[in-house]
């Protein structure tokens, strides 16, 4: 079974300009979650989608945003980019609702803002 | 507020050792516990997990220990080989009044597994 996949892998953007990023989950999964990695602040959760609705969100700022497809694929947008948004912005996938099934994670997006 | 705290940032242990990585919480509302592993330049890969209506849980080489009253868990991997070398991170859940999946994660503890 094909793991969580992330597109881009890598990403220069320039300050004020806004980034969508990519996550298809594991098949069948239809729980999908955004972190984000950073050095100084670790991971952090973003929010949570399931069945195109969002159930959670972390503690960001409005310009960060997402959505899910009725495939379960899921899609973060990033809008006016700040230097600190540079990170490492993760996807995970789970089985389904509820805090107790593992999730698993793609391998990442690298933005980099200038 | 750090909710999930690694306060070793690294660990050094020799091939075939035991390798204890700890892990700390603050919210008792946290009842799930994860443990995940991560080389450079890719995602967390899932390792273990441990519901608090259990103490021990264990899976080949990793087991993971949970202390609810000193709200404590830690990882042993025995023996430890050199692929093991990379970052432990501990993750907690709750449930937070609705079917999410929200993890709140450690710092990570760099492990590194000498020949």
């Known amino acids: 079974k094909a793991g969580v996949t992330q597109t881009p892998r890598y990403l220069i953007k320039t300050r004020g300009q806004q980034v969508t990023l990519s996550c298809s989950p594991i098949s069948g999964h239809r729980s999908v979650s955004w972190y984000q990695q950073t050095p100084g602040q670790g991971l952090q959760f973003l929010f949570e989608?399931?069945?195109?609705?969002?159930?959670n969100k972390g503690n960001f700022p409005g310009r960060f945003s997402g959505r899910q497809f009725s495939n379960s694929r899921s899609e973060m947008n990033v809008s006016t980019l700040e230097l600190g948004d540079s990170a490492l912005y993760l996807c995970?996938?789970?089985?389904?609702?509820?805090?107790?099934?593992?999730?698993?994670f793609g391998p990442g997006t690298r933005l980099t803002v200038t | 507020d750090q909710q999930v705290k690694q306060n070793s940032p690294s660990l050094s242990v020799q091939e075939g050792r035991i390798s204890i990585l700890n892990c700390d919480y603050t919210?008792?509302?946290?009842?799930?516990f994860l443990w995940y592993k991560k080389y450079p330049a890719e995602g967390p890969t899932f390792l273990i997990s441990i519901s608090s209506i259990k103490d021990k849980n264990e899976d080949g080489r990793f087991t993971v220990f949970l202390n609810k009253s000193a709200k404590h868990l830690s990882l042993h991997i025995v023996p430890s080989q050199p692929g093991d070398s990379a970052v432990y991170f501990c993750?907690?859940?709750?449930?937070?009044?609705?079917?999410?999946?929200?993890?709140?994660f450690g710092t990570g503890t760099l492990l590194a597994v000498q020949p």
């Open positions: 993750a907690a859940s709750a449930n937070y009044g609705g079917a999410t999946n929200k993890l709140i």
């Open positions: 989608y399931f069945s195109e609705t969002q159930r």
């Open positions: 919210n008792s509302m946290f009842d799930y």
């Open positions: 995970a996938s789970s089985l389904a609702g509820g805090h107790r099934y593992e999730q698993y």
